[in-house]
């Protein structure tokens, strides 16, 4: 067992250009989610994926960001028209779904940190 | 929407110290509760949970007690070393399996000095 890892952990991009980012979970884990981090704030939920389906989206992920995990594994977080306030630590977190009683842990990566010039 | 608000800082203690870090919740439903640590160069650890009301979570020394009267769930230490030198997270989820999304409260980073 790795762990959850994030490529690239930082990224500087210049305002206006895209980016892409990468998630790959515990390799057993259905379940994959995104948040952001801001400087002195906690995370907050972007979206999250079980298997392949991308069940549920926050409003704070705005028709510039689009996730996906095609094969239901790793997944991509792209930012087209990077913008300053998109300047942030990206999480990636991965858990089981199993539809069974119990606890199922989120394990989170080391994160990418966006910066916005 | 779900809220959490956390005890703010920087929190700084000595060694031996008893530690108390705030957290109040506003949720519909039945939450789970959460505290997450971070540590100087590393990623969000899950520290302890409680899943209903008047459970309490306990993890390295740390406990807290999910009090749905006051909406609470205060994270406690008797006796603080420097190596729990922090940012502590409280979370809540609207799942009692947590694996549904998390919502944070702002963090504490906490220092204790030798």
């Known amino acids: 067992d790795t762990g959850v890892s994030q490529d690239p952990r930082h990224k500087i991009t210049k305002r206006g250009q895209n980016v892409t980012f990468r998630c790959d979970p515990i390799?057993?884990?259905?379940?994959l989610y995104w948040y952001r981090q801001t400087l002195g704030q906690g995370p907050e939920f972007l979206t999250y994926?079980?298997?392949?389906?991308?069940?549920?989206k926050s409003r704070l992920l705005s028709d510039r960001f689009s996730a996906e995990r095609p094969k239901g594994s790793f997944s991509t977080l792209e930012i087209q028209r990077t913008e300053q306030g998109d300047s942030a630590m990206y999480l990636c977190?991965?858990?089981?779904?199993?539809?069974?009683?119990?606890?199922?842990?989120?394990?989170f990566g080391p994160g990418t940190r966006l910066t916005v010039t | 929407g779900d809220s959490v608000t956390q005890m703010e800082g920087p929190v700084t203690l000595s060694e031996e110290a008893f530690l108390t870090i705030n957290c109040t919740y506003t949720a519909t439903g039945y939450p789970s509760l959460f505290w997450y640590v971070q540590y100087p160069g590393e990623g969000l650890q899950l520290l302890l949970k409680a899943t209903k009301a008047d459970d309490k979570g306990s993890n390295k020394g740390f406990e807290a007690t999910y009090r749905k009267e006051t909406t609470s769930f205060h994270l406690e230490k008797g006796s603080v070393q420097v190596s729990d030198s922090a940012v502590y997270f409280c979370a809540l989820s609207g799942s009692n399996f947590g694996n549904e999304k998390l919502t944070f409260g702002t963090g504490t980073r906490l220092t204790i000095i030798p």
């Open positions: 390799s057993e884990h259905n379940r």
């Open positions: 994926f079980q298997n392949e389906a991308q069940l549920e």
């Open positions: 977190a991965s858990s089981l779904a199993l539809g069974l009683a119990g606890f199922y842990e989120q394990y």
